[in-house]
């Protein structure tokens, strides 16, 4: 399926506020209520809309500080490979796990209350994460500009 104009209308309010009534979605985009319906239930049956959620406030959460990890593996083998990425997904504090090409074979952006609390993940899960050679951590000292909204 190609996206004309009025789905990427559609797909632009939605990644600004995923929670809008069909008809005030409707009305954004200059459709009828039922048009627009359809029109959503097709991007969502297409994979365009991958799923709904709320962005929570990591300070209220108790999360503020992050934590990039690069991380270079012991080895390139599909098993070594697989093994780390299965453990990795099984960490709550990791919110992302991206392999990368480069110097470090992964990047892991990581949240925690603070440092002491950085330390007590990696002490917990980072430090027996299978198949790790080296690891080093860097973190972040303001989030200049963050957005989950993908260009349409």
Same mark, same amino acid.
């Given at each position: =399926?190609? %996206?004309?104009?009025?789905?990427?209308?559609?797909?632009? #309010?939605?990644?600004?506020? $995923?929670?809008?009534?069909?008809?005030?979605? #409707?009305?954004?985009?200059?459709?009828?209520?039922?048009?627009?319906?359809?029109?959503?239930?097709?991007?969502?049956?297409?994979?365009?809309?991958? $799923?709904?959620?709320? %962005?929570?406030?990591?300070?209220? =959460?108790?999360?503020?500080? !992050?934590?990039? !990890?690069?991380?270079?593996?012991? $080895?390139?083998?599909?098993? &070594? %490979?697989?093994?780390?990425?299965?453990? &990795? @997904?099984?960490?709550?504090? &990791?919110?992302?796990?991206?392999? =990368?090409? $480069?110097?470090?074979?992964?990047?892991?952006?990581?949240?925690? @209350?603070?440092?002491?609390?950085?330390?007590?993940?990696?002490?917990?899960?980072?430090?027996?994460?299978?198949?790790?050679? @080296? =690891?080093?951590?860097?973190?972040?000292?303001?989030? !200049?500009?963050?957005?989950?909204?993908?260009? &349409?």
């Amino acid at each position: =399926m190609k %996206l004309d104009a009025t789905d990427r209308r559609i797909l632009a #309010a939605l990644q600004q506020q $995923g929670r809008i009534s069909n008809s005030d979605l #409707a009305e954004r985009v200059n459709l009828s209520a039922s048009a627009c319906h359809r029109r959503v239930q097709r991007l969502e049956a297409d994979g365009y809309i991958a $799923g709904y959620v709320a %962005l929570l406030d990591a300070r209220k =959460m108790e999360r503020p500080t !992050v934590v990039f !990890v690069e991380i270079t593996l012991s $080895g390139q083998a599909d098993e &070594v %490979l697989a093994a780390f990425e299965a453990a &990795v @997904q099984r960490i709550p504090d &990791v919110l992302e796990c991206h392999l =990368m090409a $480069g110097n470090a074979d992964y990047l892991l952006k990581v949240v925690a @209350q603070d440092t002491e609390d950085f330390a007590r993940i990696h002490r917990q899960h980072l430090a027996r994460l299978p198949g790790v050679a @080296q =690891m080093h951590s860097s973190f972040a000292l303001k989030t !200049v500009f963050r957005t989950t909204a993908i260009p &349409v």
